[in-house]
Structure formats: structure tokens, C-alpha cells
């Protein structure tokens, strides 16, 4: 394990100047670690974090983790079958050695570089062969000091046939200048299934690049469900789902309500290799103000039979505000099928009268539909977690 | 006595600032009246409903309109609505991420209508499955009109405009859709105009005038048997002819 990690820390070395694909370069110089986050900051937090749905009583929970800067503070694993460790225990224990730098590498770009390099912490999920764990698992990832770097390496393991969720809070206190860069390597085994939300409430001065990346093998099963809700400086992501295995699928879907002076570039790519999988992306980007989005979808073919979809709409709510949507669609084999959608502009004046006509005075039939924008229709969902994301949706909509 | 209950002063409408649509439209609704407004395609009906809502995509030029006495030509229709007015869309949009569900939860709260008689009557309607689904999303043309009946249903309206209920409904749906609107205007108060060319929704609720409206204007109003026998026997072009058919020609 140790050659493993040594390997990522030189190529992580050579690529700490490498900008990234898409989205603004930063100066990553600018930021430190720090440690020292304790249960106190967590507290501190309260209000921050129920923004994004951590309930810190722990109730109806599987398990939980809660890191603070660059420490953990707490963690559990409440039901049998589900491991849920620090990231440093996980590698000391060597049950990830096949799993680490495998989906995401260390030289991606200077935002991998500097978490193969610094980080130490994240956590590591494991769900048991055919264990099917109702509750979800929450991960709280929270920022507190001012120029800090959180730089969390997260590994999500389910075993064959085994059903898992994980449901990720991340926030920031206001005001304070960070730059998180969460890796995540998710595996999802034959015939497993695996739902990942995550709820992301930054500020204006906080600087986010996650990297995701998603191995689904056949029959296997990959929902998630991405919401942004508050302002940042800057936010840059496209988690990668690769359905390698004959009949996987996934489905990503995004809320993203992007407001203030707020860049947020974000988007999902899902290569369908294996026969007969199933991909889809679905987008939602709200702009307001001064804020610009960038949402970028994209579907590579390579599977007989495999068929894919995206759909990108986005709702316009100032006109200084501005919404570019890329979708994309490559194809290296005959019979896939291949479709995308995209719509971008304001609320329909029809609509609204539609709702005037029922009585709703106009201020609340406006607030219905963006509300009604937001809602994503995801199947199969556990109720759980669709509350939490109604509610994340709602909080949302209030704020606009 | 009776009371007026909508009253549409020589009407002079334009949409979206294009040519004028309704020209001089006088029409007169007594408390708990109900009447029809027949005309072919284009004759300007749905759009004299939409006027009388309140629609900002259609101007009034001049006229005036009124609701038991109260002068609402330039009101905000959820305040038309306020004040007891209610409507079934010819063609209602789609919207998205809102279902019928969270719909009729909205505005049977506002009326005070039970949510127990709503699940009751799209139970009646055999429209429980539309419930959750985005409203309008993927209905078909009579499953609209049930949602729109549901949505009338919940709110409860004095006077209620009825556009064109019964076309694109098959044969079974007509029949339970005519059966609620029938339950639902048994309320010898309520004040109903109704719009339709084919006339089928009149046999389940009596009606006691009918208008015809060619090209914009109101062309004859008088007893609703007659008119329909004759626009049924020799078409509408019939009532140019022959204005003096109704009892006041106009």
C-alpha cells in the first residue's frame, strides 16, 4: 500500500502547476492546512450545517462521519454489514488497497496533486456482500478556519449485490476564504446499488473542485443527486461514472442555484462500455444576479445496445446573469442511442397566469414554479433521502 | 329581483398589441344563469373568457367588465379569482415539477374544500393516477379536462367559464366528466358560461340562454334549444343570415 501511495505523491508533485480541464486556475499556494477542527466548531456550525441537512443527533442514520478542516471528529457504523472508517485507518488496515488512485488520478490536475499530496483524512464506506442498508450514511464535511485547505480522499465501496446511501453535507462558515477538493472513488459492484447525494452550501469567498469518480460493474445500479444552493467564489466538477459492466446504470442528476458573483462550472460524463447499460444526466441550473454557470454533459458510447440521455435546462432570474450548457454526445458504436435535451430562459408568462387563474396570488405562483423547476424526478430513490432532497430543495427556493 | 352576476360591456379587445378580436361584445349573466356561448373555430369565444380572466396577453381597448356589480376591467386575475371567478382552460400548459397533487392541495386551502371530496371526485373521474404526475405532463387531451375539473372542483367559483369541456374527450370520459360538472353545478347559485361548439355538455346541466359569436361580435342570444337546433341543422352561417332567431339580436 505504502509503494501505492508513494507513487501518487510523485506523480501528485509533477502536477501541482497543472490547471484543470475547465473552470478558473487558482493559486493554490494561497491556502494551508489546517488542523485542529473540533466538535466545538461543529456545534458552532449548527445553523450552517442543517442548511444542508446534517442532523447532528444522528438519528435514522446508518452510520455517520464528521470532519472539521483537516480533522475527524466523529465517526460511526451503526448497522451490521456497513464499515465506516477514517481514510488513514482504512489505508493502515489495507482494506482499500485496490481501490486508491484507481478511478481518480493523482495528477489529474493541481487539485488531485494537492490531496494526494496533503490530505490524510475522508472516509471510507463499505457495504458487505448482498447487504442491503436501508438508512443512509452521512458524511459531514465542514470548513471552519479561514484559508484552510480541505482535502478530503473518500472511497465508497459496495460489495456484489449489496444496496448502500450516502448522503454528503458540505459548508463552510461565512465568510471564511477556503478551497475544499473532496476525491471520491465510488465502486459499485455486480448488481449492487449505490445513491450519493450530496448538498453543497460554500460562500462567497470559498473556492471548491471535487473529484468523483464512479466504477459500475454489471447490474449494478448508480443514482446521484448533486445540489447547490448557497454562493461561492468558484466551483469546478464533473463526476465521471464509467458502466463498465453489462447492463449498469446511472443516473446524475444536479440542482445547482447559482447566485451573487458566484462561477459555478458543473457537469456529468458517462461512459456506457458495457452492453445494454443505461446512462442519463439530468440538469438544473437556476442564475441569478451576476453569477455565471457553465453545465457540461456528456455521453461517450461504446457499449452494443447502450443508450443514454441528457437533459439540461436553465432558468433565468436576472439579466446579468448567464447560463451556458454544453451537452455532449460521442458515439463509437452503431446502435446506441443517444438523445439530449436543452432548454435555457425565463419563467413562461403563461404559466404564471395559468396559476393566477387558480387563485395563486402572481409573487407565489413565481416562487411555485421555480420551485417546480427544481424538482428532479429520481426513481427508486429511498423516501429518506428524497425528503432531504425536497427539503434542500425547498431551503433553496426560500432563498432566492 | 335578479342580480347581475357578470356583466361584459361593449368589449373592444386586442392580443398582443395585433388586431382586434372582439369587437363591441356585450353579454349579460343574471345570478345562477347559465348560458352558452356557441360560434365556429376562431370566432373569438376563448378569447372573451381569457378577457374576463384577466389575461395580460389580451388588451382591453374599451369596454368594461364587472362581477356583481364591481367594476374588475383592470384587476389582477388571482384577484378576479379572489372574488369568485373561476375557469376550465381550453388548453392549460404544462408545468413542470408542479403535480396536480401539490395543485389541488393549494387551492382547495384557499377555498375551504375538503381534500376528501377532491380525492373523491378524481376517484369518480378515474383520475387518481394523475395526481402525482407533473401537471398536463404526458396527458392526453380528455385526462387535461379531468385535471382542469378537478382544479374547478377544488376551487369552488360563483361564476364559473367553462371553455370547451367536452371537445377532445372520448365517449366514456365525456360521459363521467358530464356526470361531476352536473353534481357540481347542481348548486342552483352558481353562475355558469359555457363554452362549446358541439353542444354536448348542455344536456347535463339545463341551460337558459345561449350567445353565438362570429368573427369577434356577438351575433344573436335567445333560447339555447333553438339555436342549437338550427347551427346543428344549417351551421353558423346560418346566424348571419338569419340574426332575428333569438329573441334579441345584437
Redesign the interface.
Known sequence: MGMKLDEALVRARRALDKPAEFGPDLNVSEFAVVTGGNELALSRGRDRLSLVGVDLSDENRAGSYYQVDESVVGISAKMPGLTVLPFEHAIEEGIIENYVWELVPPDLDKYTALNAIYGRRGYVVVAERKRKIREPVQACLFMSSPGGIQVPHNVIIAEEGSELSVYTGCTIMPEVVGLHVGVTEIYVKHGAKVNFVMIHAWNEDAHVRPRTAVLVEEGGTYVEHYINMAPVASLQARPRVTLAGREAKAHLSSVIVAKGRSLMDFGGLIRLEGEETRGEIVSRVIAKDFARTTSRLRLEANGIGCRGHTECNGLMLSKRAQILTIPELLSSVSDAELTHEAAVGKL????I??????????KEAIS??V?????VRIEGLPSKLRRQIDLAIAMAAAGL | MRMTALYVRNLFVRSSGEKMILKNVSLELYSGERVLLLGPNGSGKSSLIQTIMGNPKYEVVSGEIYLNSERITDLPTEDRVSRGLGVIFQMSPVIRGISLRDLLVKVSKRSGVSLEDVRAVADELNATHLLDRSLNQGFSGGEMKKAELLLLFAQNPKIALIDEIDSGVDVDSLNSVGKVFQRLFSDENRTLLIVTHTGHIARYVGVNTAYVMINGRIVCKGDPKRILETIFKEGFNKCLECVGVGDEAR
Not at chain 1, 413562461?348 to 404559466?351: G, L, R, V
Open positions: 413562461k408568462e403563461e404559466e397566469y395559468y396559476l393566477t387563474a387558480r387563485g395563486i396570488k402572481r411555485m414554479l420551485r417546480g423547476f427544481m424538482n
